[in-house]
């Protein structure tokens, strides 16, 4: 069964640093996958993905994430961060199971600080 | 295009209760799962429907039951309700022919369902 572990639950930082969002998966077969972001209240909205080739994705917002093999990971960055990318980050992957079923982590939660 | 739409937002029910939540995907998209979102377990898969048929199910108990109609849209239920019912329940559509194993085609999500149980 696939697993991910978001390995730090809160990331304070301040306006303009730099952020790294950590995720290891666990995976016996290739895997698909994906970054999402949730503001508060609302739904996910995806932030990235990846499926195979490149293993640097880009993704929407400035956020860009690398995909590891060896290391099982898929670390998520951003250069330089602003106020509103203050939310709820969530790594996941997909299950390969025959349907579309996700499998998340626990989620990130980043707070931008002025 | 329209985004996925989930009523009511929000719900107040007591224990023993039922409660049906609806959901609307995508136009075209013919793959609806259903997520339950607290703080202590995070996100976890209830089920996916794909053209009226159940594809993949959760480990959640019976009282959790879900369906889906010849337009895509689907609901979910919860008969029997229980305190730790309380949730954000998500629904998310997608067009679920990526094909292959599955698991790859992008899904986009409603704003949920808040469902407090007393």
């Known amino acids: 069964a696939q697993s991910v572990t978001q390995l730090d639950s809160q990331v304070p930082v301040f306006e303009e640093a730099p952020v790294e969002l950590r995720c290891n998966y666990s995976?016996?077969?290739?895997?698909?996958l994906f970054w999402y972001v949730q503001y508060p209240n609302q739904g996910l909205q995806l932030l990235l993905k990846y499926l195979s080739g490149s293993t640097l994705v880009k993704g929407i917002n400035g956020f860009e994430a690398e995909f590891n093999k060896s290391q099982t990971s898929f670390h998520l960055r951003k250069p330089s961060v602003h106020i509103s990318d203050t939310a709820e980050y969530f790594c996941a992957v997909g299950d390969q199971g025959g349907s579309e079923k996700l499998v998340f982590g626990k989620g990130t939660k980043l707070t931008v600080n002025p | 295009k329209a985004g996925v739409t989930q009523t009511p937002r929000y719900l107040i029910k007591t224990r023993g209760q039922q409660v049906t939540l609806s959901c609307s995907p995508i136009s075209g998209h013919r793959s609806v799962s259903w997520y339950q979102q607290t703080p202590g377990q995070g996100l976890q898969f209830l089920f996916e429907y794909f053209s009226e048929t159940q594809r993949n199910k959760g480990n959640f108990p019976g009282r959790f039951s879900g369906r889906q109609f010849s337009n895509s849209r689907s609901e979910m239920n919860v008969s029997t309700l229980e305190l730790g019912d309380s949730a954000l329940y998500l629904c998310a559509s997608s067009t679920g022919l990526a094909g292959g194993p599955g698991g790859s085609d992008t899904q986009y999500f409603g704003p949920g369902t808040r469902l407090t149980v007393l």
């Open positions: 995976s016996s077969v290739s895997v698909y």
